[in-house]
């Protein structure tokens, strides 16, 4: 069975910290890209963060930089997204996904082909 299974989503007050993983289960990734996105209710799907296959280059949408950090244990397949400083904006369906980029790309939709079913994040005021 080929799936992205998201984790460590929650409920949390402005400020705290969370930290979501994506392990691919059924999938090998050698050189892919993963990257996080999400999507508030009544709002398109954006980018947030993504790292390249070997963990050398990280993507970072202008509204987390600086809060979030994105990481990735290849060997487990597996990618974390640590939330710190959240804000009541930061509330959405977290979504991780894998695909073939790079630079400004990789901040595109598109570029990915594999999604994962997504977990909530409420960050209250």
């Known amino acids: 069975v080929q799936a992205l299974v998201e984790s460590g989503g929650g409920l949390v007050q402005a400020g705290g910290s969370l930290r979501l993983s994506c392990s691919a289960s059924?999938?090998?990734?050698?050189?892919?890209?993963m990257g996080w996105f999400r999507q508030a209710p009544g709002k398109e799907r954006e980018f947030v963060a993504a790292?390249?296959?070997?963990?050398?280059?990280?993507y970072y949408a202008d509204s987390v930089k600086g809060r979030f950090t994105i990481s990735r244990n290849s060997a487990k397949n597996t990618v974390y997204l640590q939330m710190n400083s959240l804000k009541p904006e930061d509330t959405a369906v977290y979504y991780c996904?894998?695909?073939?980029?790079?630079?400004?790309?990789?901040?595109?939709?598109?570029?990915?082909?594999?999604w994962g079913q997504g977990t909530q994040v409420t960050v209250s005021s």
């Open positions: 996904a894998v695909g073939y980029c790079s630079g400004d790309g990789c901040s595109l939709l598109s570029r990915y082909s594999y």
């Open positions: 790292i390249t296959w070997s963990g050398g280059s990280t």
């Open positions: 059924g999938y090998t990734f050698s050189r892919a890209t």
